[in-house]
């Protein structure tokens, strides 16, 4: 069952990384990811659907317009590709919860949290990646995951039910939102309030798993940020006053504590004589 999860999420992961393609594009512009259809910026003539086909088109293309030979980034089959192995990843990560599930109620109440972590990894992708172009993190992408967030971890706990992780969820998005807040006002210039409101909803998903999770996901952005700008700054790529997005670094950290963060808890009390 695990293989299989994997497998068609990764096709879903696919579909979803093509839109994602439109919304990176669109969203910071404060364009429609509706209509209109996708276009060549170049020539204009809309995609044909059998150039639409995620990663393939642009393979057989050679990444360029069929129309006007106009050159298409590899960012965006890498998008796609990386947003299907970053969704099958994810439902191997959640596949067990399911497995283990013995009545319907609990099954169901595992899907909607594999669905709502899926949601989690497509603004992952789109937020990391408008975030290192634009050194944004838009209203439009990270409000509604609050919305999304409460209401599928709130079905998720009244079917199982686990009031216990939902209050942890709260606490996680309250505790995380805080600190980023007070980091915004006392280091003016040093943290965004897109980062203020990005940390309330990666806090609400990391509480829901565990202290562990939370307490990882919340230091190793730190860590990454940190190992990050050294290498920038010894590399003389960056210097002292260089703005630096950290949406991307929230996010690494966060799915690094999803992923493994109740592990690195469990061995970091270990190693200090407390576990």
Wanted: glycine share 14%.
């Amino acid at each position: 069952m695990t293989v299989a999860l994997g497998a068609a999420a990764g096709i879903l992961g696919l579909l979803i990384g093509s839109f994602l393609n439109v919304v990176i594009h669109r969203v910071p512009r404060g364009e429609s990811v509706v209509s209109p259809a996708s276009a060549c910026p170049g020539c204009g003539t809309p995609i044909r659907r059998r150039d639409n086909v995620p990663v393939l088109s642009w393979l057989l293309l050679r990444g360029r317009c069929r129309d006007c030979r106009m050159g298409i980034p590899a960012r965006y089959p890498l998008i796609e590709l990386g947003t299907a192995i970053f969704f099958a990843v994810t439902a191997v990560r959640f596949a067990g919860a399911l497995v283990r599930a013995d009545t319907g109620t609990e099954v169901a109440a595992e899907a909607v949290v594999l669905v709502a972590y899926l949601y989690l990894a497509a603004i992952s992708v789109a937020l990391a990646t408008i975030d290192l172009e634009t050194h944004r993190l838009p209203n439009a992408i990270v409000l509604p995951a609050y919305v999304v967030g409460i209401a599928a971890l709130a079905v998720a706990a009244l079917l199982t039910p686990d009031a216990e992780a939902l209050l942890r969820a709260g606490v996680g998005a309250m505790a995380m939102g805080g600190v980023y807040l007070a980091m915004a006002v006392l280091f003016a210039g040093g943290m965004g309030f897109g980062d203020v409101k990005l940390a309330g909803v990666l806090g609400l998903f990391l509480g829901w798993l565990g202290w562990g999770e939370l307490l990882v996901g919340f230091f190793a952005a730190f860590v990454l940020g940190g190992v990050y700008s050294v290498i920038l700054l010894a590399s003389r790529r960056a210097h002292r006053r260089t703005g630096i997005p950290f949406g991307p670094w929230m996010l690494g950290g966060a799915w690094l504590g999803i992923f493994f963060g109740s592990h690195i808890w469990t061995a970091y009390l270990r190693f200090v004589g407390l576990g």
